[in-house]
């Protein structure tokens, strides 16, 4: 069977880099589910959850707003923030976004906020990802 | 001439500045090593980074954007990035002489980094805001960094953006340099983090022709200010690791001159001390001899 080879990237460091059979990403136009032989696709994508199938398991990830570049052999995302569902820990995302809400409260200046808003999002992202998993 | 008492105390001071030294250095090394890595990490994102701005340019076709605008520059910002602290060498000074050359009345700067605000203060020039980094410089602080300079030009306080940084070539060499970061001449590879070659590719030799999702224009739009960001970030990690690198060279140099200096101080006290007990001995046998007669 043909493999898509996903590669995830943030900044910082390469996140996740695995052949896969299908990808569902979420779009900044809504979900897209990508197979192997797509065609060729430049897109944006918002905060939210990539599910990488491999070996007929599903797996999942919470990524922040990015770009994608989609080949028939190859899904590379650019993101500011990618992490495996498994890797998530609640406890502290949790408290981050406790700790973001709060800071939303204060005065800030718009970079502050945009800041703060950017790392509220990706806490709730990871919650999001996270529950919905064990429920 | 000063007492055995005297270069003993100043053995011993040089000493202790020869323990700080030392300390300093290992840091240094520890910490270049880990700016270095960063780079590192960072270069699979370059890379894809270019290949998708690559395919955009290509696939947008005739493009307009407010960050690629040419105007005639009547004001200038410049981006200046130096260390929070001294002791690093050349580093700073080298820094300063680049940004000393922008003319005074058409330049307002951008500082990151402590040095080089107070520079800026102290040389009476316009300073437009003042940022800090970390040691492991964060993406969320280069960004923060690049939207307020692509503000300022978008909204037309600037004509243009100048970057002064130190790249970092080797351990033993960085280089100031001075780079144009606003408006976008043409886009260039990112170059590769570590080594710095700055090799630059031409883009356009993606020949897949691409989908966009909603547009070309809009995706290369989008992309456009996070390939400022991520430029900024390479700046910032090149500062980082040549900040670092400096640092540990500057301190290396510090602690052989403390032991070269440990080393003629011991040289010139055992000397002194080996003419007091001559002396003393002339002294002693030539009383003995005075009484002995």
Redesign the interface.
């Known amino acids: 069977m043909a493999t898509l080879k996903l ?1 995830i ?6 996140i996740y880099s695995q052949e896969v059979e299908m990808v569902t990403l979420p ?3 809504g979900e897209m589910g990508i197979y192997p032989m797509h ?6 994508v918002a905060a939210g959850e990539i599910t990488a199938r491999h070996g007929g398991k599903d797996h999942f990830l919470a990524i922040g707003d990015g ?1 994608v ?1 989609i ?1 028939g052999e190859r899904v ?1 995302i ?1 993101t ?1 923030m990618a992490i495996k569902a498994d890797d998530i820990d609640e406890a502290r995302a949790e408290e981050a976004r406790k700790r973001a809400e709060a800071r939303l409260q204060e005065k800030l200046t718009d ?1 502050e906020q ?2 703060v808003q ?2 509220l999002v990706h806490s709730l992202t990871q919650l999001n990802v996270k529950r919905r998993r064990r429920s | 001439m000063p007492s055995t008492r005297d270069i003993r105390r100043r053995i011993k001071s040089v000493k202790n500045t020869a323990q700080i030294t030392r300390a300093m250095q290992m840091v240094a090394s520890a910490k270049m090593r880990k700016a270095q890595l ?1 780079a590192l ?2 270069r ?2 370059a890379v ?2 270019n ?2 701005l690559a ?2 340019s290509e ?1 947008a076709g005739e493009f307009t954007h407010p960050l690629l605008e040419k105007r005639a520059v009547r004001k200038r910002a410049v981006l200046l990035i130096t260390s929070d602290k001294g002791l690093c060498g050349a580093l700073n000074t080298n820094l300063l002489r680049e940004a000393a050359k922008y003319t005074k009345d058409a330049t307002v700067f951008v500082c990151a980094g402590k040095k080089g605000a107070q520079w800026v203060s102290r040389a009476k020039r316009e300073l437009a805001a003042e940022f800090s980094y970390k040691d492991t410089p964060l ?2 602080e280069a ?2 960094i690049s ?2 300079v692509q503000q300022m030009f978008i909204d037309g306080t600037v004509d243009a953006v100048d970057v002064v940084f130190t790249n970092f070539i080797s351990t033993l060499n960085q280089k100031s340099e001075v780079r144009q970061l606003l408006p976008i001449q043409e886009i260039q590879a990112l170059e590769a983090g570590v080594d710095g070659e700055g090799q630059t590719r031409k883009l356009g030799e993606a020949s ?7 547009g ?1 224009a809009t ?1 290369l739009g ?2 456009l200010p ?1 390939y400022l960001n ?1 430029q900024v ?1 390479q700046f910032l990690q090149e500062a980082k690791a040549s900040e670092q690198s400096a640092r540990m060279v500057a301190m290396k140099n510090a602690t052989d001159n403390a032991k070269q200096i440990i080393k003629d101080l011991t040289l010139e006290y055992n000397k002194l001390r080996q003419a007091n007990i001559t002396k003393e001995l002339l002294e002693i046998t030539s009383a003995a001899m005075a009484m002995g007669t």
């Open positions: 590669e990237v943030t900044p910082e460091a390469k779009g900044v136009d065609i060729p696709l430049m897109t944006q770009f570049e080949t590379a650019l500011d970079e945009a800041t950017a790392a | 960063a990490a960072g699979p994102y894809l980074m290949e998708v395919a955009a696939g993406f969320a960004r923060a939207k307020s897949r022709e691409y989908l966009f999702e909603p070309a995706v989008n992309l996070h991520y970030y």
